[in-house]
């Protein structure tokens, strides 16, 4: 017989409301809801004890595994999957890449885990798996977490609710600037270096004297970052200044080089620092990179001598060349300078996400140890006060033993009949009745009659802690000595690795010992598409451009060479020819060489020539000279030299070729006037040339006044001279006059 089967009823839609709700608005609730978390819970760091949830969720796990510094270790595993069963419901490998950082002495310069087996190293190369690796806290864990079970910190209820988590540690330790934080939430993040903690401390003490100390001065203590992998800081001290000031900026930082000499004259230069958080497997690769595609014509060779130590060896092809020039190459091309950047977006009391500036950040650690001071001292109040209350019912007790052993033999509620005998309280007769018959000895009286007077005087002296802020804002001073003490420069660990130079001087290499000397042509489309051809071709309607696209610039030039982009910005663009596309496509945007907004266009593309002088004109008619040479950028941010009022953008770049100058604007009107009238600067707003009722500028272009001014309209050119020029001459600032005939209509020169 066969048998039949039942199929399971599916079960009842959820009972309730059905809520009508636009999905805009539906989404924006619940992406609004991830980004809270994101930010709050996952990303940035607590500007108290510098730790995100997943690193106080590992340190607290490992304190109650008992994993101190004095204890043995334990198998990360065992770590790993109590902090993912009971406090962190995340996947097992982000936790463990979290414990392993805490453990890498060149990715944290405080280490908080002591790990045994292999945690990864400088190259790249990842730790071991879980199982195979042992871990246990470091001294500075420990000071993170001293106090956290004396009530020093507010607990809460795990994701479960089985058990119970910190909200943030007591923090005897400043971690969140000796250690640093990295992090990307949702529309915003964080990058904080690390720091020397001896001069964390310094500064501490010093805002502790004078709390309205300023940046500069916080800064003498705190000149700088300082990385687990040492290097050179080179930033100047005015924009280390700035950084501090505003929260937000960035440190240059090289690597550490030397020079060892060989025979016959030749020499190698040899790194022995390198970078925060520069991979050396990756570096070298770019560097051998670059060697095989001939970028780096001043090197020969590169080698990894390095073992626990970083050596690598840098061979230069000559002796001659000089090894600054050498380095310069290699700062230029790769990581071997890097820039850190700051980012100083915490969160404030655990909930506010904002960027604090340096003062903020050390004033918020120091609040937030006044405050743990406040609770322990307190907690340890009420447990003196509760052992006086047991000390006092013990010596009672002692006082009267005999009528207290007889009311506890003959009585069935022995309790009250002893709170009533002796005015004794219920936690004292409680006491009484727990003790043993051997504390009844003559000598546990004199222990316990001394241990009273102790307490007594430790009472007296938390009454006055808590009393006088002045005596607890010396406390939390002490208890900053005491970590400079443990932690700073006359210990192994807290001595400074990363030096403090001054910004380098400016190392010229010429271009021509970097790339090969060639001729090219180079080819920008209307839209910005720049490529390169090899040789100097001649114009031509041949050439292809996207749909939509045609010509504008066609420059002939030295592979060598320097090309010039001014934007109406009012900025200069610097991109060395090399480093242009080359190909039979339509190249590539130029947007992607520099950084020029949407908002902005490119007036005028130009090979530079350092002995030219160039007059740019602001549409509003002002305008000024300045040498080429000074409008050379060294970034791709560009360089400002014309300033521009708000809503304000530049209209002319030309050269300078004569002893006259003629503007004319889009009211038609012409006006020429002497060059030497207008100055030559090196960047600023310059004067008013041209003054305008209605519009603005539209060209110029300087001359020499015997030759005439000319302009072309169509296949005919025009010449305007002797007389003819007359009516137009004026002075600088005038208005002008209308153009003559036969001037093109787009109010341009060059039609």
């Given at each position: 017989m066969a048998r039949t089967t039942t199929k399971t009823p599916p079960p009842p839609p959820p009972q309730g409301p059905i809520l009508d709700t636009a999905l805009k608005d539906a989404l924006g609730e619940r992406y609004l809801a991830y980004a809270l978390s994101t930010i709050t819970s996952r990303s940035l760091p607590d500007v108290r004890?510098?730790?995100?949830?997943?690193?106080?969720?590992?340190?607290?796990?490992?304190?109650?595994?008992?994993?101190?510094?004095?204890s043995g270790f334990k198998k990360c595993a065992r770590v790993v999957g109590d902090v993912i069963g009971k406090y962190h419901p995340h996947g097992d490998q982000s936790v463990y890449d979290a414990l392993v950082r805490l453990a890498q002495d060149f990715a944290a310069r405080y280490p908080l885990v002591d790990g045994q087996g292999n945690f990864g190293n400088i190259d790249g190369d990842n730790a071991a798996a879980m199982r195979y690796t042992e871990s246990r806290m470091t001294q500075v864990a420990e000071a993170l977490l001293e106090g956290i079970e004396d009530d020093a910190v507010d607990f809460r209820p795990t994701y479960d609710g089985s058990e119970e988590e910190p909200v943030v540690l007591p923090a005897r330790f400043p971690n969140l600037l000796a250690n640093g934080s990295n992090g990307i939430a949702v529309g915003m993040a964080t990058s904080i270096p690390p720091h020397n903690v001896d001069e964390i401390c310094a500064a501490l003490l010093h805002l502790i004297k004078s709390p309205k100390a300023?940046?500069?001065?916080?800064?003498?203590?705190?000149?700088?970052?300082?990385?687990?992998?040492?290097?050179?800081?080179?930033e100047p001290r005015a924009s280390i200044e700035e950084a501090y000031a505003t929260g937000r900026g960035s440190f240059r930082l090289r690597a550490r080089w030397s020079v060892e000499k060989l025979n016959q004259g030749q020499y190698q230069i040899v790194v022995t620092e390198i970078p925060y958080q520069v991979q050396k497997a990756k570096l070298?690769?770019?560097?051998?990179?670059?060697?095989?595609?001939?970028?780096?014509?001043?090197?020969?060779?590169?080698?990894?001598?390095?073992?626990?130590?970083?050596?690598?060896?840098?061979?230069?092809?000559?002796?001659?060349?000089?090894?600054?020039?050498?380095?310069?190459?290699?700062?230029?091309?790769?990581?071997?300078?890097?820039?850190?950047?700051?980012?100083?977006?915490?969160?404030?009391?655990?909930?506010?996400?904002?960027?604090?500036?340096?003062?903020?950040?050390?004033?918020?650690?120091?609040?937030?140890?006044?405050?743990?001071?406040?609770?322990?001292?307190?907690?340890?109040?009420?447990?003196?006060?509760?052992?006086?209350?047991?000390?006092?019912?013990?010596?009672?007790?002692?006082?009267?033993?005999?009528?207290?052993?007889?009311?506890?033999?003959?009585?069935?509620?022995?309790?009250p009949a002893l709170i009533k005998a002796?005015?004794?309280?219920?936690?004292?007769?409680?006491?009484?009745?727990?003790?043993r018959l051997r504390a009844l000895r003559k000598l546990e009286e004199m222990e316990i009659r001394g241990e009273h007077k102790t307490?007594?005087?430790?009472?007296?002296?938390?009454?006055?802690?808590?009393?006088?802020?002045?005596?607890?804002?010396?406390?939390?001073?002490?208890?900053?000595?005491?970590?400079?003490?443990?932690?700073?420069?006359?210990?192994?660990?807290?001595?400074?690795?990363?030096?403090?130079?001054?910004?380098?001087?400016?190392?010229?290499?010429?271009?021509?010992?970097?790339?090969?000397k060639e001729p090219i042509t180079i080819i920008c489309s209307e839209k910005g598409w720049i490529r390169v051809q090899k040789g100097h071709v001649e114009s031509s309607d041949d050439v292809k451009y996207k749909d939509g696209d045609k010509g504008r610039f066609w420059l002939h030039a030295q592979s060598t060479d320097k090309l010039q982009v001014f934007a109406t910005n009012g900025r200069f663009y610097t991109i060395p020819c090399d480093r242009l596309p080359r190909g039979r496509g339509f190249g590539e945007p130029l947007r992607l060489f520099i950084d020029l907004g949407n908002e902005d266009d490119m007036i005028t593309l130009m090979v530079h020539d350092p002995a030219r002088k160039l007059l740019v004109v602001a549409r509003d008619g002002r305008g000024f000279i300045v040498p080429e040479s000074e409008t050379v950028a060294q970034t791709k941010g560009g360089r400002r030299v014309l300033s521009l009022k708000?809503?304000?953008?530049?209209?002319?770049?030309?050269?300078?070729?004569?002893?006259?100058?003629?503007?004319?604007?889009?009211?038609?009107?012409?006006?020429?006037?002497?060059?030497?009238?207008?100055?030559?600067?090196?960047?600023?707003?310059?004067?008013?040339?041209?003054?305008?009722?209605?519009?603005?500028?539209?060209?110029?272009?300087?001359f020499q006044k015997k030759d005439g001014l000319t302009w072309t309209s169509g296949a005919r050119t025009f010449t305007l001279a002797g007389r003819d020029l007359t009516p137009y001459l004026g002075e600088r600032g005038q208005a002008g006059r209308i153009v003559p005939k036969g001037f093109p209509k787009n109010n341009r020169f060059d039609a």
């Amino acid at each position: 017989m066969a048998r039949t089967t039942t199929k399971t009823p599916p079960p009842p839609p959820p009972q309730g409301p059905i809520l009508d709700t636009a999905l805009k608005d539906a989404l924006g609730e619940r992406y609004l809801a991830y980004a809270l978390s994101t930010i709050t819970s996952r990303s940035l760091p607590d500007v108290r004890d510098g730790l995100k949830p997943v690193h106080r969720r590992l340190l607290y796990a490992m304190r109650v595994l008992k994993l101190d510094p004095q204890s043995g270790f334990k198998k990360c595993a065992r770590v790993v999957g109590d902090v993912i069963g009971k406090y962190h419901p995340h996947g097992d490998q982000s936790v463990y890449d979290a414990l392993v950082r805490l453990a890498q002495d060149f990715a944290a310069r405080y280490p908080l885990v002591d790990g045994q087996g292999n945690f990864g190293n400088i190259d790249g190369d990842n730790a071991a798996a879980m199982r195979y690796t042992e871990s246990r806290m470091t001294q500075v864990a420990e000071a993170l977490l001293e106090g956290i079970e004396d009530d020093a910190v507010d607990f809460r209820p795990t994701y479960d609710g089985s058990e119970e988590e910190p909200v943030v540690l007591p923090a005897r330790f400043p971690n969140l600037l000796a250690n640093g934080s990295n992090g990307i939430a949702v529309g915003m993040a964080t990058s904080i270096p690390p720091h020397n903690v001896d001069e964390i401390c310094a500064a501490l003490l010093h805002l502790i004297k004078s709390p309205k100390a300023t940046i500069s001065k916080l800064v003498d203590f705190m000149p700088g970052p300082d990385f687990p992998t040492g290097g050179i800081l080179v930033e100047p001290r005015a924009s280390i200044e700035e950084a501090y000031a505003t929260g937000r900026g960035s440190f240059r930082l090289r690597a550490r080089w030397s020079v060892e000499k060989l025979n016959q004259g030749q020499y190698q230069i040899v790194v022995t620092e390198i970078p925060y958080q520069v991979q050396k497997a990756k570096l070298v690769e770019r560097i051998a990179d670059l060697l095989n595609n001939k970028k780096l014509p001043l090197v020969d060779d590169v080698r990894d001598e390095s073992a626990e130590d970083v050596r690598l060896v840098l061979v230069p092809k000559s002796g001659k060349a000089e090894a600054a020039q050498v380095m310069e190459t290699l700062f230029r091309a790769t990581d071997l300078e890097s820039r850190i950047s700051l980012n100083m977006n915490v969160l404030a009391d655990g909930r506010s996400p904002r960027v604090m500036n340096l003062r903020e950040v050390l004033q918020s650690f120091l609040d937030h140890r006044h405050v743990v001071l406040v609770r322990r001292s307190e907690h340890r109040l009420k447990e003196i006060d509760h052992r006086l209350e047991v000390l006092g019912g013990y010596l009672i007790a002692y006082l009267n033993l005999d009528k207290v052993i007889k009311i506890i033999r003959e009585e069935e509620e022995p309790k009250p009949a002893l709170i009533k005998a002796f005015k004794l309280t219920d936690v004292q007769a409680e006491a009484i009745l727990n003790m043993r018959l051997r504390a009844l000895r003559k000598l546990e009286e004199m222990e316990i009659r001394g241990e009273h007077k102790t307490l007594s005087e430790e009472r007296k002296g938390l009454a006055a802690l808590l009393k006088d802020e002045g005596k607890r804002w010396t406390a939390i001073a002490d208890e900053v000595k005491d970590i400079r003490k443990k932690f700073g420069a006359a210990t192994k660990l807290g001595k400074r690795r990363t030096e403090v130079g001054d910004a380098p001087a400016t190392v010229e290499v010429p271009l021509e010992e970097l790339v090969e000397k060639e001729p090219i042509t180079i080819i920008c489309s209307e839209k910005g598409w720049i490529r390169v051809q090899k040789g100097h071709v001649e114009s031509s309607d041949d050439v292809k451009y996207k749909d939509g696209d045609k010509g504008r610039f066609w420059l002939h030039a030295q592979s060598t060479d320097k090309l010039q982009v001014f934007a109406t910005n009012g900025r200069f663009y610097t991109i060395p020819c090399d480093r242009l596309p080359r190909g039979r496509g339509f190249g590539e945007p130029l947007r992607l060489f520099i950084d020029l907004g949407n908002e902005d266009d490119m007036i005028t593309l130009m090979v530079h020539d350092p002995a030219r002088k160039l007059l740019v004109v602001a549409r509003d008619g002002r305008g000024f000279i300045v040498p080429e040479s000074e409008t050379v950028a060294q970034t791709k941010g560009g360089r400002r030299v014309l300033s521009l009022k708000d809503g304000g953008e530049a209209q002319v770049c030309a050269t300078v070729a004569g002893d006259s100058i003629a503007l004319v604007g889009e009211n038609r009107k012409l006006l020429v006037f002497p060059l030497k009238e207008v100055p030559e600067m090196e960047k600023g707003r310059g004067v008013t040339l041209q003054r305008f009722k209605d519009g603005g500028l539209e060209d110029a272009k300087t001359f020499q006044k015997k030759d005439g001014l000319t302009w072309t309209s169509g296949a005919r050119t025009f010449t305007l001279a002797g007389r003819d020029l007359t009516p137009y001459l004026g002075e600088r600032g005038q208005a002008g006059r209308i153009v003559p005939k036969g001037f093109p209509k787009n109010n341009r020169f060059d039609a």
